[in-house]
């Protein structure tokens, strides 16, 4: 009968305590070493600008946004297909302002929107 190890055998009551324990304690060890790398990482960081580092407005004054009404470009009659590369007024081909500059508003009696509680279109 070997009896070499078993004087280093832990009791199973013990074990219950130990285990959860060490397991407790590497863990909170993990994160402290975690928060003070991270504090020498944030401590290496440059700081936040200074006042006169940020953009300044242009001595123009604020740029203002320009909205119009464009003219919508027509689908071809003769059964062509366009294909997504041939449309145009999407940045690769300029459009043309519209006479009209109101911008079209509902009709009377419209529910506005799927699900809105509107009687709809009659």
């Not at 055998?9 to 060890?29: C, D, F, K, S, W």
Request: proline residues 12%; without cysteine; hydrophobic residues 35%.
């Amino acid at each position: 009968m070997d009896t070499f190890g078993r004087g280093l055998a832990i009791p199973p009551e013990v074990a219950a305590v130990a285990l959860p324990l060490g397991a407790g304690l590497t863990i909170t060890l993990m994160l402290i070493a975690a928060v003070w790398l991270g504090k020498r990482v944030r401590a290496r960081e440059p700081g936040p600008p200074r006042p006169e580092d940020q953009p300044h407005l242009p001595e123009t004054g604020a740029v203002h946004e320009i909205s119009e009404m464009r003219e919508p470009d027509e689908m071809p009659h003769d059964g062509t297909v366009l294909l997504p590369h041939e449309l145009r007024a999407l940045g690769n081909m300029g459009s043309r302002r519209a006479k009209n500059q109101k911008p079209p508003t509902w009709n009377e009696g419209s529910s506005g929107g799927f699900g809105s509680g509107g009687p709809g279109h009659h």
